[in-house]
T-cell receptor, first 116, second 114 residues
Framework: AQSVAQPEDQVNVAEGNPLTVKCTYS??????LFWYVQYPNRGLQFLLK??????LVKGSYGFEAEFNKSQTSFHLKKPSALVSDSALYFC??????????????FGKGNQVVVIP | DTEVTQTPKHLVMGMTNKKSLKCEQH?????MYWYKQKAKKPPELMFV???????INESVPSRFSPECPNSSLLNLHLHALQPEDSALYLC?????????????FGEGSWLTVV
């Protein structure tokens, strides 16, 4: 079974500083990895994903994430945080092994607070 | 902006009521999903439809009844719900097939059971 760990409950960062949200995963075989963001009272918005290829993935709103197979990590990063980045961030994983497997395993989520 | 549309955005219902949540997507996706989300928690998978057939039911109580009338529409029929069923209900869709496909979520329907 696949699982995701997001070790921090809340990440506080000053506006303009780099933002990192951590994610580690456990899955059989190769992973497909996703980041979603949820703004207050909204649905989940897709940010980016790693399927194969370049370990550095660029996504929406200036976010990027680096896939590290040896550390089983997929940390989300943004060079300069904005107050509008304050939201709940979810990491998710699927195994690549099974064709048509539609189950995503989500992490518990990280609340990001960007301080003006 | 999401291309998965959910109605209504807010619903308040009594424990004896029957209501439905509706979802529509026009991205040509053949997999559609219902998730339940409590505040500040990750979404929990309820049902998956693949090519209009129910492919996953995560042991959801029978007071929740999904329906997929066609490839663009997904309904969730609600009957005799409990207060603990109050939550955000998210519809989502994706291409079926290889599991690298992205799941796209709607804005959700906020359900309050009184």
């Amino acid at each position: 079974a696949q699982s995701v760990a997001q070790p921090e409950d809340q990440v506080n960062v000053a506006e303009g500083n780099p933002l990192t949200v951590k994610c580690t995963y456990s899955v059989s075989g190769n992973p497909y990895l996703f980041w979603y963001v949820q703004y207050p009272n909204r649905g989940l918005q897709f940010l980016l994903k790693y399927i194969t290829g370049d370990n550095l993935v660029k996504g929406s709103y200036g976010f990027e994430a680096e896939f590290n197979k040896s550390q089983t990590s997929f940390h989300l990063k943004k060079p300069s945080a904005l107050v509008s980045d304050s939201a709940l961030y979810f990491c998710a994983v699927r195994p690549s092994l099974y064709y048509g497997n539609n189950r995503l395993a989500f992490g518990k989520g990280n609340q990001v607070v960007v301080i003006p | 902006d999401t291309e998965v549309t959910q109605t209504p955005k807010h619903l308040v219902m009594g424990m004896t009521n029957k209501k439905s949540l509706k979802c529509e997507q026009h991205m040509g996706h053949r997999a559609m999903y219902w998730y339940k989300q409590k505040a500040k928690k990750p979404p929990e998978l309820m049902f998956v439809y693949s090519y209009e057939k129910l492919s996953i039911n995560e042991s959801v109580p029978s007071r929740f009844s999904p329906e997929c009338p066609n490839s663009s529409l997904l309904n969730l029929h609600l009957h005799a719900l409990q207060p603990e069923d109050s939550a955000l209900y998210l519809c989502a869709s994706s291409q079926d097939g290889p599991s690298g496909n992205t799941i796209y979520f709607g804005e959700g329907s906020w359900l309050t059971v009184v």
